[in-house]
T-cell receptor, first 114, second 114 residues
Framework: KQEVTQIPAALSVPEGENLVLNCSFTDSAIYNLQWFRQDPGKGLTSLLLIQSSQREQTSGRLNASLDKSSGRSTLYIAASQPGDSATYLCAVIQSGGGADGLTFGKGTHLIIQP | DGGITQSPKYLFRKEGQNVTLSCEQNLNHDAMYWYRQDPGQGLRLIYYSQIVNDFQKGDIAEGYSVSREKKESFPLTVTSAQKNPTAFYLC?????????????FGDGTRLSIL
């Protein structure tokens, strides 16, 4: 069964720093990997989606990479801002049969200090 | 604006009572999903549906039921058989199944036991 792990569970950094959030998954047979942001008491906002054939995706100050063979993805946030404070979730879609939903990690709770 | 609407935002259930959570989308998406989120945990898939009048169990379907009579609506019923229903419930949708398209999420319903 696919398991997704996110490290660290929590991170607090001063404003302006570049930072990296890590995601690992146990089964490399995935269709895609998606990074989400969740604000307290809210739903999820999709940030980036990487197809299994891709190595990275970029959107503004965010860059996500995927190494499918090693079961790893990173989310790089450049020049962090207090508004980036949120929980960041990584999720994968499994290839093959089974439920066609996302398997999520537990998230990284990020605080950007002004 | 297109999006996913979940209602109510907060819901309370008495012992032995069934309650229904509403999810409506105007994105013209084919696929819809229900996830459950517990504190400090990743989201877990309850049910999903890729077309009208068809739905599949996810990882934790016991104690829940769904219907998909209309493309835009995917209500979730939490039955009395669900012994630990207190959680944050999130509805999502995507185009033609999730494998190549991002999932879009509503703002969630928080269910508590009286």
């Amino acid at each position: 069964k696919q398991e997704v792990t996110q490290i660290p569970a929590a991170l607090s950094v001063p404003e302006g720093e570049n930072l990296v959030l890590n995601c690992s998954f146990t089964d490399s047979a995935i269709y895609n990997l998606q990074w989400f942001r969740q604000d307290p008491g809210k739903g999820l906002t999709s940030l980036l989606l990487i197809q299994s054939s891709q190595r990275e995706q970029t959107s503004g100050r965010l860059n996500a990479s995927l190494d499918k063979s090693s079961g790893r993805s990173t989310l790089y946030i450049a020049a962090s801002q207090p508004g980036d404070s949120a929980t960041y979730l990584c999720a994968v879609i499994q290839s093959g049969g089974g439920a066609d939903g996302l398997t999520f990690g537990k998230g990284t709770h990020l605080i950007i200090q002004p | 604006d297109g999006g996913i609407t979940q209602s109510p935002k907060y819901l309370f259930r008495k012992e032995g009572q069934n309650v229904t959570l509403s999810c409506e989308q105007n994105l013209n998406h084919d696929a819809m999903y229900w996830y459950r989120q517990d504190p400090g945990q990743g989201l877990r898939l309850i049910y999903y549906s890729q077309i009208v009048n068809d739905f599949q169990k996810g990882d934790i379907a016991e104690g829940y039921s769904v219907s998909r009579e209309k493309k835009e609506s995917f209500p979730l019923t939490v039955t009395s058989a669900q012994k630990n229903p207190t959680a944050f419930y999130l509805c999502a949708s995507s185009i033609m199944g999730p494998r190549y398209q991002p999932q879009h999420f509503g703002d969630g319903t928080r269910l508590s036991i009286l």
